[in-house]
């Protein structure tokens, strides 16, 4: 089956721990994104990546890093410096470069609480 | 500042009664609105989009209006189900340079539909 998975569904953190979050797709895309979920607030760009080893900020990228080491992989490592991490990421992808028509797929999502 | 302004933030319909979830945006640089439909726990799947050019976009029960003068673009649902009950996104993409495409969402309006 291709698509986006995230793991884990759910995790828990200690304040003051870093903690990364997995996103994997076999779709063949250039491009991943992650974004924040918050009630009442929509989806916020962290950081998104056009192609491996290269990758931008989004509108809320502090307190977060990201790596883009495989084609296949984009994961987000959450850092004690992020305020108040709690909260539902999403990861996604799309065919990327080529064409601005790009339909993003999303994964299922990963609930972060910290205690 | 919020770029894709959407209302209602919820909404409340009978069984096949019409659904009708409204965007505003500034940016004349957008050239692409999808919308997105998500249901509890699970990450958004695109429902419908629609390009500047053309003035509505019809599948099934779902139609996009899109005013480009008045940069504004909405979301029908006609004949609404209690299965479309579910969380809806607005979106909004533009071209940030090279080859980098980025997606503004709304804030998201959550619908029930009462059978």
């Known amino acids: 089956d291709g698509g986006i998975t995230q793991s884990p569904k759910y995790l828990f953190r200690k304040e003051g721990q870093n903690v990364t979050l997995s996103c994997e797709q076999n779709?063949?895309?250039?491009?991943m994104y992650w974004y924040r979920q918050d009630p009442g607030q929509g989806l916020r760009l962290i950081y998104y990546?056009?192609?491996?080893?290269?990758?931008q900020k989004g509108d809320i990228a502090e307190g977060y890093s990201v790596s883009r080491e495989k084609k296949e992989s984009f994961p987000l490592t959450v850092t004690s410096a992020q305020k108040n991490p709690t909260a539902f990421y999403l990861c996604a992808s799309s065919i990327g470069t080529g064409s601005s028509y790009n339909e993003q797929f999303f994964g299922p999502g990963t609930r972060l609480t910290v205690l | 500042q919020q770029q894709v302004k959407q209302s209602p933030q919820s909404l409340i319909v009978q069984k096949g009664g019409i659904s009708i979830i409204n965007c505003a945006y500034e940016?004349?640089?957008?050239?692409?609105f999808p919308w997105y439909q998500q249901f509890p726990g699970k990450g958004p799947a695109l429902l419908i989009a629609?390009?500047?050019?053309?003035s509505e976009k019809k599948e099934g029960r779902f139609t996009i209006s899109f005013n480009k003068s008045a940069k504004q673009f909405s979301l029908h649902i006609m004949d609404s189900q209690p299965g479309d009950s579910a969380t809806y996104f607005c979106a909004a993409l533009e071209r940030e340079g090279g080859s980098n495409y980025k997606l503004t969402f709304g804030k998201g309006t959550l619908l029930t539909v009462n059978p």
């Open positions: 629609i390009r500047p050019d053309v």
């Open positions: 779709l063949n895309h250039d491009a």
């Open positions: 940016n004349t640089a957008f050239d692409y």
């Open positions: 990546s056009q192609i491996v080893n290269d990758f």
